[in-house]
């Protein structure tokens, strides 16, 4: 028998484990009580036990394997996504009947699926060759208010990962605040002055007047379901949902940085400028996202074929990438448990 650590995740386990939560909400909001708290539980208590259990399912899929369902999953999650928006929207804010801790268990939960599974599905849309694919992704990051990422994260951060040029960097000492409030200006700013340079000259709707469509429609959706209180609360989730975003932009390339070479530019962008995390649950509910160095060398591979470098070739976190997002939100402790992880790195040839 084959063992399971020389195993890639399967499709179906990617779609169990991140979809879970939405039968979950459903169950909460259909019958409150101990099912509010629910989808809280498997995203955090749960989620941490499954990535300790064992070292389940750690192998890389075969070198050109396809995968006609991943798209489909995208799909579904995104839709997923559009529908429980407003619905816990209107369950936190609105006459829904549900008691004050009931409302809290709900909102959080759903921040937590929307920074957790909604970001690396909406991530993994922009990357797709489809157009429908790609703007169903910015509709997801624009109905968190985060359109302006779907340009910052393929015109900036792809091309200057790990250097000062990106926002999105974080760099060695910096804590995780002062970075969310550098990155969430810089990247906002330089992704739309990526975009508008490649529209000098042409008569285009700039992207950046769809997200605002996109996000205003959002809003009024939640005015919709729950009046301004409903509006205050999309925000807040919006706010929750980005903030995980950042934490794991924060975390993945935390203190690496590429080389100048002697002719004034960047060495290219490799394995070891990214931190992955070899962690089977976690990788499942957030689509692989934490197998990140494979995903700057080939952008465009679906989130099942993501390959897995190992600790030789690329940095490792000594956590999975939840955990990590949750130590970085405590700046001293966090330099100071990855102040020898990050010196490895930066030290090496």
């Known amino acids: 028998m084959q063992d399971l650590t020389s195993r890639p995740l399967p499709l179906l386990l990617f779609g169990v484990i991140s979809a879970m939560p939405l039968v979950l909400f459903t169950l909460g909001l259909s019958l409150g009580g101990f099912w509010t708290l629910a989808a809280l539980i498997y995203m955090t208590g749960l989620a941490a036990l499954m990535d300790q259990v064992v070292a389940l399912f750690l192998g890389d899929a075969a070198e050109g394997a396809e995968f006609p369902g991943a798209d489909g999953l995208l799909v579904g999650l995104a839709i997923g996504h559009l529908v429980l928006m407003p619905a816990i929207v209107s369950a936190v804010a ?128 939640g005015w919709l379901f729950a009046g301004w209180p409903g509006v205050v609360v999309w925000v807040l989730l919006s706010a929750h949902a980005q903030s995980q975003l950042l934490l794991s932009d924060y975390v993945q390339h935390y203190g690496l940085t590429r080389r100048v070479r002697p002719d004034g530019k960047l060495e290219p962008v490799a394995a070891r400028h990214s931190w992955n995390a070899p962690h089977w649950f976690s990788s499942g509910l957030m689509l692989n996202a934490p197998r990140h160095s494979d995903h700057h060398a080939h952008p465009a591979r679906p989130y099942p074929a993501l390959r897995l470098p190992g600790p030789e070739e690329a940095p490792h976190l000594p956590w999975p990438l939840p955990i990590a997002c949750m130590i970085a939100l405590s700046p001293d402790r966090w330099r100071r448990l990855m102040r020898p992880h990050v010196e490895r790195w930066r030290e090496m040839p």
């Open 94 to 221: 609105g006459a829904s009947g549900f008691a004050v801790w009931e409302r809290l268990a709900l909102f959080l939960g759903a921040g937590l699926w929307f920074g957790q599974v909604s970001n690396p599905m909406a991530h993994e849309l922009i990357h797709r060759g489809s157009r429908g694919l790609f703007w169903l992704g910015v509709t997801v990051y624009a109905t968190l208010l985060f359109g302006h990422h779907a340009s910052a994260h393929r015109l900036v951060h792809h091309r200057h990962a790990a250097s000062a040029e990106d926002p999105n960097t974080a760099r060695a000492g910096e804590g995780y605040y002062r970075f969310a409030l550098r990155a969430w200006k810089g990247s906002f700013l330089r992704g739309f002055a990526a975009e508008h340079a490649l529209r000098r000259g042409k008569v285009s709707l700039h992207p950046y007047v769809i997200y605002a469509v996109i996000s205003l429609a959002a809003l009024f959706t």
